[in-house]
């Protein structure tokens, strides 16, 4: 019994270590990342639910594993008392039909019959060692319930093979029916994917087409969308997205657990596939700061010598980017400039005096930011 005990208080450290592994992994990661990628509220954000994804997904990873195992154990639960009840018939007893059960093959749950199998060969009562396999498949109720049954059976004298060959009958009923069940609910477990990941694009959808409208007032828009007031700053629409993506992956995946399963527990394998592919997405499609720049040339065609108009617009998260430095490159030709308080800049450079197809180079920076445009433009001969 010492040893007994001594192997549950190792199993549940086991628990515990696997937490506290991930938890510490979790921390790394948000240092680490904090360090690489600097103090944004977005990217803070977004590193604290993927670290907590980290902290909490392998512990209750490792519950659904075990949880796993008790189903499997269940499966060979019926064949291994259908095993005992024929030693039974020919004239073993009760240790020794266990001692002939340990020698043959029931999965995961071979390892707790040798147990059983053990603690009788060191001469513990049978009754004290069937208590100690139920307590070792607790989590399972078939287990425990037929396990009750055959100690009854045991204690009042009846027909103890009868009584296995009845619970492994209903046992295998009972596991029938839970199959058919999952099967059935898998259906719905396939709409559960197909609804979460039209929502990640409905969000995706709505920061790359419509968020944008809401900032049309900063750009010129019409004085009837002007009266309304200031939009929301893209980072209010990056956080909100962020945070109800996340909340709807965990829910979706717990729904999937449950509808496929028949247990919550079984949603954490889906948070994986969920969480893991609405962040991908919003670190492809929303994480990064949009920073854009529009530029034309007055004509296409110029005279040598000509000068040449550049007007553009830079937009920083889909707004006006005041003073971001413009430099233009044609040839040995260099011009720096910078946006105004609408965002807008004008730059001028002279046509070369050579006939011929040319191109320039346009760049805008602001805050580490970058984006080019190249224009290609044609000097007649005059």
């Known amino acids: 019994m010492v040893e007994i005990k001594r192997k549950v208080n190792i199993e549940i450290s086991k628990e515990f270590l696997i937490l506290g592994i991930s938890i510490l992994s979790a921390i790394l990661i948000n240092f680490v990342s904090l360090a690489i990628f600097g ?5 803070i ?60 093959n029931y ?74 069940k999952v099967s059935i609910l898998q259906e719905q477990m396939m709409i559960m994917y197909i609804i979460h990941f039209l929502f990640v694009g409905i969000i995706v959808a709505l920061y790359k087409i419509l968020i944008p409208l809401l900032t049309v007032q900063q750009t010129g828009g019409s004085k009837a969308i002007m009266e309304l007031g200031q939009a929301p700053e893209m980072q209010y629409f990056k956080i909100l997205f962020l945070i109800t993506i996340s909340i709807q992956s965990f829910c979706n995946a717990f729904v999937a657990g449950e509808a496929s399963e028949g247990k919550v527990s079984s949603g954490f394998k889906h948070i994986s596939l969920m ?42 998260e889909e707004k006006v980017s005041e ?22 800049f004008e730059l001028s450079m002279i046509a070369p005096e050579t006939p011929g197809l040319y191109s320039i180079i346009i760049k805008a920076e602001k805050d580490e930011l970058i984006e080019e445009k190249e224009l290609k433009f044609l000097v007649k001969k005059t």
């Open 39 to 43: 103090l944004n509220i977005v990217t």
């Open 45 to 104: 954000l977004y590193i604290v639910i993927i670290s907590l994804t980290v902290a909490v997904v392998p512990y209750f990873f490792f519950i659904y594993r075990e949880a796993k195992i008790t189903s499997e154990k269940e499966e060979y639960f019926p064949g291994f008392l259908r095993d005992l009840a024929e030693s039974q018939r020919v004239g073993l007893s009760m240790t020794n039909a266990i001692a002939s059960a340990a020698n043959s």
């Open 107 to 180: 999965g995961p749950l071979t390892k707790d019959i040798i147990k059983v199998n053990q603690m009788l060969s060191w001469g513990i009562p049978f009754p004290d060692a069937i208590k100690s396999f139920s307590k070792s498949v607790k989590q399972s109720y078939f287990m425990r319930r037929g396990l009750a049954i055959v100690m009854e059976a045991f204690y009042t004298g009846g027909n103890l093979a009868g009584a296995m060959d009845s619970i492994a009958n209903s046992t295998t009923i009972l596991k029938d029916v839970e199959k058919d």
């Open 275 to 316: 969480l893991g592919g609405a962040l991908l997405a919003y670190a492809i499609f929303i994480l990064p700061t949009s920073f854009s720049l529009s530029v034309t040339l007055s004509r296409e065609n110029f005279a040598p010598g000509e000068k040449i108009a550049l007007v553009g617009s830079v937009f920083l």
């Open 323 to 344: 003073n971001a430095v413009i430099t233009a490159k044609l040839m040995e030709q260099e011009v720096i400039g910078q946006t105004n308080k609408e965002g807008k």
